[in-house]
Antibody, heavy 119, light 108 residues
Framework: QLQLQESGPGLVKPSETLSLTCTVS??????????WGWIRQPPGEGLESIGT???????YYNPSLKSRVTISVDTSKNQFSLKVTSVAAADTAVYYC???????????WGQGTLVTVSS | EIVLTQSPGTLSLSPGERATLSCRAT???????LAWYQQKPGQAPRLLIY???SRATGIPDRFSGSGSGTDFTLTISRLEPEDFAVYYC?????????FGQGTKLEIK
């Protein structure tokens, strides 16, 4: 059974870089027919797509975050990662990783991890 | 970017009633990539519907999804007390995907 688990620091200082990893078990990041993504939710607010990555290497980012975001895949560890540079308080959120199928099948999400930006 | 607009923002109903939630897109969305989620306070979103009309594993049959093109609907046939929550639609066919702003379903 597929499981996704987010990990990384829960506290990041303003202007620094937020780095999160999503570890995939019960499946492979190299599987064809799937792509991978990050979503976030600030406290008390709605859901926001951050970006997606295809195994082929193609990445797509939310235009509002594009200049600060990088998503990458580490096939040796069966993980994919998120980096957000120059963070501010507005980047405080629960961050989720997800797997999306390229046909009619269920998307899968991790349980999420809270990242707080504060000095 | 495809913008999804959910209506109403808040829906006040009683247990046993029927709920109809709407999700409208600014351009056509493939039904393959349209999902609905339920979220309760302090919890991660729970997948209800994928492919616009397929129920996710373990989801009761009182939840149903329909629609195509730019108009999609989530229907809860008879509300149970545990159904009062926030509901989001999502399209993930046009990367990186987008969410609606949510509909809060509250007890009347």
């Amino acid at each position: 059974q597929l499981q996704l688990q987010e990990s990384g620091p829960g506290l990041v200082k303003p202007s620094e870089t937020l780095s999160l990893t999503c570890t995939v078990s019960g499946g492979s990041v190299t599987s064809s027919g799937y792509y991978w993504g990050w979503i976030r939710q600030p406290p008390g607010e709605g859901l926001e797509s951050i970006g997606t990555i295809y195994y082929s290497g193609g990445t797509y980012y939310n235009p509002s975050l594009k200049s600060r975001v990088t998503i990458s895949v580490d096939t040796s560890k069966n993980q994919f990662s998120l980096k957000v540079t120059s963070v501010a308080a507005a980047d405080t959120a629960v961050y989720y990783c997800a797997r999306y199928p390229q046909w009619i099948s269920q998307p899968s999400w991790g349980q999420g991890t809270l990242v707080t930006v504060s000095s | 970017e495809i913008v999804l607009t959910q209506s109403p923002g808040t829906l006040s109903l009683s247990p046993g009633e029927r709920a109809t939630l709407s999700c409208r897109a600014t351009q056509s969305v493939s039904t393959t990539y349209l999902a609905w989620y339920q979220q309760k306070p302090g919890q991660a979103p729970r997948l209800l519907i994928y492919g616009a009309s397929s129920r996710a594993t373990g989801i009761p049959d009182r939840f149903s999804g329909s629609g195509s093109g730019t108009d999609f609907t989530l229907t809860i046939s008879r509300l149970e007390p545990e159904d009062f929550a926030v509901y989001y639609c999502q399209q993930y066919g046009n990367s990186p995907g987008t969410f609606g702003q949510g509909t809060k379903l509250e007890i009347k």
